[in-house]
């Protein structure tokens, strides 16, 4: 009973892993509850289910933060435009992008630029 517990678990975490690398690749395209709950063999409501309870956060939230950290490093490490980043990112306005960044690190996408580059120049 239980190494047969721990196959299960074994492959709950296989799964979680495989879900979490899968949206970090992709997270510039649209995803959707039905695209990843066919990719990944259930229905978009037990997918929204199993992603809240394994992740402590809705699939939205999720995918939201994983953009916004890429977002911050090809800010730090590219000098592509601000709306070309939004776009790399999947957001499909820069204005919501900005306003997005924002909520989530208090600073505009530029003013987070400027002070990573600022910070950087001191050390």
């Known amino acids: 009973r239980l190494a047969s517990r721990r196959q ?3 492959a709950c975490m296989d799964t979680l892993m495989e879900i979490s690398l899968y949206i970090q690749e992709n997270c510039q395209y649209p995803l959707t509850l039905k695209m990843l709950g066919d990719k990944f063999h259930m229905s978009p409501k037990y997918f ?3 992603f809240q309870k394994h992740f402590a956060r809705n699939f939205s939230d999720y995918l939201m933060a994983v953009r916004i950290e890429n977002a911050k490093k090809m800010l730090v ?4 435009g601000i709306n070309k980043i939004s776009f790399c990112m999947g957001f499909s306005t820069p204005t919501y992008f900005n ?3 924002k909520e989530y690190t208090g600073q505009t996408p530029k003013e987070y630029r400027l002070s990573q580059l600022q910070n950087s120049d001191r050390s």
Not at 77 to 80: A, F
């Open 77 to 80: 490490t590219s000098d592509l």
């Open 48 to 50: 929204s289910v199993y």
């Open 99 to 101: 306003r997005v960044f």
């Open 8 to 10: 299960e678990n074994s």
